[in-house]
């Protein structure tokens, strides 16, 4: 298991508890602040500089996340669940996605297929 990506993101240092995430859930209510861009192009991807970005991985499991800074992924291989506490706001990612997370968003993800993304922080 990797290690955190940067202290931008808090992970609890809780062992991972295991998915109980099914393939047939789907999202009543996405998550308003968070986009999800389903397969962007080659020519995209190139223009945001992914490949020059950090990676992160991490196995199935489930964990609290708070964005302390805006960060943009785009996931090489993985499925995830993501939802906020208290709400039946979630949002659905998984492999070929390029997904933003606005800073100050609190939120759980539920790891259904061990995850390696591309990363990036943005403070502003």
């Known amino acids: ?23 047939s859930f789907s999202c009543p209510r996405p998550i308003p602040t968070v986009s999800v861009e389903k397969n962007p192009s080659e020519s995209r ?9 950090p990676k992160w991985g991490c196995p ?13 992924c785009y996931l090489l291989r993985g499925k995830v ?8 706001d979630c949002v659905e990612f998984g492999a070929g996605d390029l997904v933003v ?10 790891v259904s297929v061990a995850i390696d993304k591309h990363y990036k922080f943005d403070s502003s």
């Open 45 to 53: 991807l190139s223009q945001l500089g992914i490949k020059s970005w």
């Open 1 to 23: 298991m990797r290690s955190p990506p940067t202290s931008s993101l808090h992970v609890s240092h809780l062992p991972f508890a295991r998915a109980s995430w099914s393939a």
């Open 81 to 88: 669940k993501a939802y906020t506490k208290g709400s039946s």
């Open 60 to 72: 199935p499991g489930k964990f609290p996340v708070k964005y302390d800074a805006k960060e943009t």
């Open 101 to 110: 997370f606005p800073k100050g968003l609190s939120c759980t993800w539920d």
